[in-house]
């Protein structure tokens, strides 16, 4: 994962919350090359993207939201 590229994005402001509640919650990073939305299943703590790039690791728009959140 690209570390500046996180610190980046949220400098930026390309990291939006969308919902959430006591479940779930939703947020919108832009990235450089498309939109993406990050869900967070809080009682599983488990995060999924829409984007291609998450299939093997953790891609870089969740690393943007789990830091956004601190």
């Known amino acids: 994962m690209n570390e500046k590229k996180v ?8 990291v939006s919350p969308l ?24 009682l599983k ?3 999924t993207c829409n984007c291609p790039n998450v299939r093997l690791s953790e891609c870089i ?3 943007c939201c789990k830091r956004f959140k601190k």
Not at 21 to 35: A, R, S, W
């Open 61 to 63: 728009h969740i690393a």
């Open 19 to 42: 919902y959430r509640n006591n479940k779930v919650e939703k947020y919108v990073v832009e990235g450089d090359t498309g939109t993406w939305t990050v869900r967070h299943d809080i």
């Open 45 to 47: 703590d488990m995060w």
């Open 7 to 14: 610190k980046r994005y949220i400098y930026e402001n390309r």
